[in-house]
């Protein structure tokens, strides 16, 4: 496997999903093999453990807000963050939800990218109306739902099929390690 190949999986895991295999992209001058198998390997997971957290929920004894900053702090995309926590009550909605964005943030420091700085500075700092904010809000589920699609026009199933087993492998040990370390971590930050 390609280092780029397994550091955009890894970034992707690790961090937001997607949308950081796209910040990283062009540091790392990954080919698009490498991309599209990263992104594809990434959903897949995401999207097993948007439907594989909440059927957990019941057989652990936690409260749901800890279990969302759980869902949160394990899970690889804000959409599959949202679902998850969503689908077990609003606490835990609100606990995912706190949890991925401080992942999110976790964008600028490992692409340092100065426009999510900015951004972040200008909203802390400066007071919006809310109005601008829900149409920022449209205007970047927009751009990176086009973002996806031109990614995915330029996906051939061959190249995903050709790509191997050891992408899907390196982003199942992944998977494991953040939901077996989050459930021992996460309970340990909240003591704190």
């Not at 949308?19 to 897949?44: N, Y």
Request: proline share 4%; glycine share 8%; hydrophobic share 60%.
């Amino acid at each position: 496997m390609s280092a780029p190949l397994a550091l955009l999986t890894s970034v992707g895991s690790a961090v937001c999903g997607a949308s950081a295999i796209m910040a990283v992209e062009p540091v790392v001058k990954a080919r698009e093999r490498d991309i599209s198998l990263a992104v594809a390997t990434v959903v897949t997971f995401g999207t097993l453990a948007m439907f594989a957290y909440p059927a957990l929920f019941q057989f652990i004894e936690t409260d749901s807000v800890s279990y969302g900053i759980y869902i949160g702090a394990t899970v690889h995309e804000v959409a599959q963050a949202v679902a998850a926590g969503q689908s077990i009550d609003p606490q835990a909605l609100q606990g995912a939800l706190v949890a991925k964005l401080a992942r999110v943030m976790l964008l600028a420091p490992v692409v340092f990218a100065l426009g999510f700085v900015a951004a972040a500075c200008a909203r802390s700092f400066i007071a919006m109306p809310d109005t601008l904010l829900t149409v920022l809000g449209y205007l970047s589920q927009v751009t990176l739902a086009l973002a996806m699609v031109a990614l995915g026009l330029k996906t051939r199933w061959e190249l995903l099929l050709n790509g191997g087993c050891k992408p899907f492998l390196l982003a199942g040990v992944l998977w494991v390690l953040l939901l077996g370390g989050g459930f021992f971590l996460v309970p340990w930050e909240l003591a704190w």
